[in-house]
């Protein structure tokens, strides 16, 4: 997502309070304001490959839940590689927990039937949110190239999810325009597409300069896309992974980062209060601006993501939303 934000003076839309008349210095002053109230966080897992792996994922699970988020999604390995494991993650923490699960599901290298087949599977078990994507090609495959029997893109999908059952569905969004997209114009009108197909909100692929998505946000709404746009926000808990990935899905790590993780390698307690910061920093600034839901990709650590939802407000609730088994 390599793309510059354009400069666009349109309003931010129904989760911005609108930077014209506010400008952004304003609204970062907002951020000594008193917590906030009324924040709705979600948190994103990826299903576990061993049994201490699971180990961590459920005391990830057990720690957030209380937190009531509105949803919690389970990624799809790519190219489909954790399709049972998804599934089976997805199931348990509906029946084992108060929470609502969401199933990530990519057309990468699959047929129409072998997608519609999982989704079906979805529907009959009760599971009605869907995060719809295309997903990566492999490595060595020299790019994407669409299953010759499969849906295309994530647009095409969203259109075949609609047709097995009425799911909530959730797309991507790219605040810095996605890698292989023609053009910011192009990735905005592909957007418009997932939604015109049925998606009901989408969430960004996570950013670290709080302006990079509020400019999206105006571009977004000016070009008549009214759904929720909820931002990804990524605790830092490896720098130099988060700059491996970065560099692949087109996200910009900005010089203040490296320079404020410099050094910190061999000191993880340093490094975490230092990413505890820096996220609950981009949330505050970010509800300042009128945000009130947040996407966190947890990585299935809690420890980060709890202190940032704490500092955006959100406390545990009371026991049994938290109920996990
Ligand atoms: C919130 C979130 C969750 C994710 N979860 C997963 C996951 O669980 N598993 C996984 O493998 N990956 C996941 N990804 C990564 C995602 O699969 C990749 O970013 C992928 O490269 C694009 O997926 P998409 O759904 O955005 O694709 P699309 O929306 O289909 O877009 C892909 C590219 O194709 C272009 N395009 C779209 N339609 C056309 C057309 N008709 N003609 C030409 N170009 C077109 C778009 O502009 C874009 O550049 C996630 C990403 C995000 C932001």
């Given at each position: 997502m390599p793309g510059p934000n354009n400069n666009s003076t349109a309003t931010a839309g129904?989760?911005?309070?609108?930077?014209?008349?506010?400008?952004l210095g304003a609204a970062a002053l907002a951020?000594?304001?008193?917590?906030?109230?009324?924040v709705n966080v979600s948190f994103e897992f990826f299903p576990p490959k061993t049994e201490q792996m699971e180990q961590t994922l459920w005391t990830c699970v057990e720690r957030l839940a209380p937190l009531a988020p509105s949803f919690v999604s389970v990624t799809y390995g790519?190219?489909?590689?954790t399709r049972e494991r998804t599934h089976a993650t997805v199931l348990k923490i509906r029946k084992q927990t108060d929470i609502k699960p969401a199933a990530h599901l990519t057309c990468v290298g699959a047929s129409r039937d072998e997608v519609d087949a999982i989704a079906q599977r979805y529907w009959d078990e009760g599971i009605d949110h869907i995060v719809a994507l295309r997903g990566d090609p492999a490595e060595d495959a020299g790019g994407y190239i669409p299953h010759p029997?499969?849906?295309?893109?994530a647009s095409d999908l969203v259109a075949g999810l609609k047709k097995i059952g009425d799911f909530k569905i959730s797309v991507a969004a790219y605040a810095e325009t996605?890698?292989?997209?023609?053009?910011p114009e192009d990735d905005l009108d592909n957007l418009k597409r997932k939604i015109d197909a049925g998606a009901t909100q989408a969430i960004t692929q996570f950013?670290?300069?709080v302006d990079v998505y509020l400019r999206f946000l105006e571009r977004v709404r000016a070009a008549g896309i009214t759904v929720p746009i909820v931002p990804g926000i990524l605790p830092v808990t490896n720098f130099a992974r988060v700059v491996q990935f970065s560099g692949l899905c087109g996200a910009t790590v900005p010089p203040w980062m490296a320079d404020l993780f410099e050094g910190l390698d061999d000191d993880p307690e340093t490094r975490k209060l230092v990413a505890a910061t820096v996220a609950a920093e981009q949330c505050r600034v970010l509800n300042a601006n009128g945000v009130k839901d947040f996407h966190f990709y947890t990585l299935n650590r809690a420890d980060l993501t709890f202190a940032i939802c704490r500092i955006l407000g959100v406390k545990p609730r009371a026991a049994t939303n938290g109920k996990v088994g």
């Open positions: 129904q989760e911005g309070r609108g930077l014209g008349a506010q400008g951020v000594a304001s008193p917590l906030p109230r009324d790519a190219g489909g590689t029997d499969g849906y295309a893109y996605h890698p292989e997209a023609k053009s950013f670290f300069d």
